[in-house]
């Protein structure tokens, strides 16, 4: 166990209730999954990119920023040309179906909504539900499930990662924090953000406070926590063994929820990526020195989710509106598009991601009600239906014995392909 377990950095601690409960041991008859589906079919909005809970209000105030917060950073842009990217047609990706072996676990609770989770050392999945206000943890070797309520929390949990001494971090989008939870304690580390002061829209000569809204996180080797602040228009880092923070700007001038930056992740020489909601480019940004360069995308109009490197610093991300999966190629500066067949009988496109040491990349078609892998080498995807209907997977994480873990309706899934 590390230092950091025994001793967190000082700031909020506050201690949690856990609640073992016992999940089903076998999956649940397809009769009562549907008809528990067609009861939660209306609320779809929570998976339809969670982080626009945020609230409509906040659009209409997009031209105005907030001040700029104490030890802002300021990175040197670089905006690379349309042209400097090697714009490729996307290929007609063709697909197969395959069987796997899928096992499915109801939440003890309904209304969960979970958006995002993470797998531990141990196997134990991770996960937040915005609709309960918890932290959970399953453990599938006994079948159980925990939940702890964050201080403060304000129904927003999103980004999760766990480190390597397996604590847990998390992004509470609404409460606007970074979450640090020690397990063996039971503790939890706050880390506020500064919050935004805008005008109102609707009443003159008014503002509005909104929180800097932090979405997706990613750990680096030095344990630094990297994440996006959606309504922000930056890109946050937090040093755990002092507790400070830098902002870094997406744009040129404060902005808010123009850029919307979504995903975020770290490849192997350390660079930090990350995707943005409101323009059609990816973003790479050295910590080293703070510069910033986008890479234009080739050609298509489309909302960028998660985003993942490879072990050879090859970027793959999501796209949740067209269903495609974008490669780029930095050798080459070239991208390369996938796209995923659809049946037009579901809403919702590409959202969660999953990049294997190996290289083996896997997606979650929301339409189509499916987990899929991608076969390079042959340039189709390989379909894996989950059994229940209406699952609406979301996002996922490969345990140590490489099955991969899915979100669901009230539920988590597991795929051994």
């Not at 230092?3 to 506050?14: A, I, K, T």
């Given at each position: 166990?590390?230092?950091?377990?025994?001793?967190?950095?000082?700031?909020?601690?506050?201690?949690?209730?856990?609640?073992?409960?016992?999940?089903?041991?076998?999956?649940?008859?397809?009769?009562?999954?549907?008809?528990?589906?067609?009861?939660?079919?209306?609320?779809?909005?929570?998976?339809?990119?969670?982080?626009?809970?945020?609230?409509?209000?906040?659009?209409?105030?997009?031209?105005?920023?907030?001040?700029?917060?104490?030890?802002?950073?300021?990175?040197?842009?670089?905006?690379?040309?349309?042209?400097?990217?090697?714009?490729?047609?996307?290929?007609?990706?063709?697909?197969?179906?395959a069987t796997g072996q899928f096992?499915?676990?109801?939440?003890?609770?309904?209304?969960?909504?979970?958006?995002?989770?993470?797998?531990?050392?141990?196997?134990?999945?991770?996960?937040?539900?915005?609709?309960?206000?918890?932290?959970?943890?399953?453990?599938?070797?006994?079948?159980?499930?925990?939940?702890?309520?964050?201080?403060?929390?304000?129904?927003?949990?999103?980004?999760?990662?766990?480190?390597?001494?397996?604590?847990?971090?998390?992004?509470?989008?609404?409460?606007?924090?970074?979450?640090?939870?020690?397990?063996?304690?039971?503790?939890?580390?706050?880390?506020?953000?500064?919050?935004?002061?805008?005008?109102?829209p609707s009443n003159a000569g008014?503002?509005?406070?909104?929180?800097?809204?932090?979405?997706?996180?990613?750990?680096?080797?030095?344990?630094?926590?990297?994440?996006?602040?959606?309504?922000?228009?930056?890109?946050?880092?937090?040093?755990?063994?002092?507790?400070?923070?830098?902002?870094?700007?997406?744009?040129?001038?404060?902005?808010?929820?123009?850029?919307?930056?979504?995903?975020?992740?770290?490849?192997?020489?350390?660079?930090?990526?990350?995707?943005?909601?409101?323009?059609?480019?990816?973003?790479?940004?050295?910590?080293?020195?703070?510069?910033?360069?986008?890479?234009?995308?080739?050609?298509?109009?489309?909302?960028?989710?998660?985003?993942?490197?490879?072990?050879?610093?090859?970027?793959?991300?999501?796209?949740?509106?067209?269903?495609?999966?974008?490669?780029?190629?930095?050798?080459?500066?070239?991208?390369?598009?996938?796209?995923?067949?659809?049946?037009?009988?579901?809403?919702?496109?590409?959202?969660?991601?999953?990049?294997?040491?190996?290289?083996?990349?896997?997606?979650?078609?929301?339409?189509?009600?499916?987990?899929?892998?991608?076969?390079?080498?042959?340039?189709?995807?390989?379909?894996?239906?989950?059994?229940?209907?209406?699952?609406?997977?979301?996002?996922?994480a490969m345990g140590p014995d490489?099955?991969?873990?899915?979100?669901?309706?009230?539920?988590?899934?597991?795929?051994?392909?």
């Amino acid at each position: 166990m590390s230092n950091r377990q025994h001793s967190p950095p000082l700031g909020e601690q506050d201690n949690d209730g856990e609640v073992p409960q016992r999940a089903p041991l076998a999956v649940v008859s397809r009769g009562q999954r549907s008809a528990r589906w067609s009861a939660r079919r209306r609320r779809n909005a929570w998976l339809l990119l969670g982080v626009l809970l945020l609230g409509v209000v906040t659009i209409m105030a997009l031209a105005n920023g907030g001040a700029r917060p104490a030890g802002q950073a300021h990175g040197t842009q670089l905006a690379v040309s349309p042209a400097a990217a090697t714009r490729t047609q996307p290929p007609t990706t063709s697909a197969v179906t395959a069987t796997g072996q899928f096992r499915e676990y109801p939440l003890p609770q309904s209304d969960s909504q979970v958006m995002r989770l993470t797998i531990d050392h141990e196997g134990r999945i991770w996960f937040g539900e915005m609709g309960r206000n918890s932290l959970a943890v399953f453990d599938p070797r006994t079948q159980t499930f925990q939940q702890m309520t964050p201080p403060h929390g304000r129904f927003g949990m999103m980004g999760m990662q766990v480190a390597p001494d397996d604590t847990i971090w998390f992004a509470e989008q609404y409460a606007n924090y970074i979450g640090h939870y020690f397990p063996t304690m039971r503790q939890f580390q706050l880390y506020p953000l500064p919050t935004l002061t805008v005008p109102d829209p609707s009443n003159a000569g008014k503002t509005l406070t909104l929180p800097s809204a932090p979405n997706d996180l990613a750990l680096d080797s030095h344990g630094d926590v990297w994440f996006t602040e959606f309504n922000a228009d930056r890109l946050g880092r937090l040093d755990p063994r002092t507790g400070r923070m830098q902002q870094y700007l997406l744009a040129g001038n404060r902005t808010v929820q123009q850029l919307a930056p979504y995903g975020v992740t770290v490849d192997p020489q350390g660079t930090v990526w990350f995707t943005e909601m409101g323009v059609e480019h990816i973003g790479r940004l050295d910590p080293a020195t703070g510069r910033i360069q986008y890479f234009p995308l080739p050609g298509v109009h489309v909302q960028l989710m998660e985003i993942a490197s490879d072990a050879h610093g090859i970027i793959w991300t999501t796209s949740f509106n067209d269903e495609l999966l974008l490669r780029l190629d930095l050798r080459t500066v070239t991208f390369t598009s996938y796209h995923a067949s659809s049946t037009g009988n579901g809403t919702g496109g590409l959202y969660g991601l999953v990049v294997t040491p190996a290289g083996d990349v896997w997606v979650t078609i929301l339409a189509e009600n499916t987990i899929a892998h991608l076969d390079v080498a042959a340039k189709r995807f390989v379909y894996y239906p989950i059994p229940t209907p209406g699952s609406e997977p979301l996002t996922m994480a490969m345990g140590p014995d490489h099955s991969l873990w899915f979100t669901g309706v009230d539920k988590i899934g597991m795929l051994r392909p």
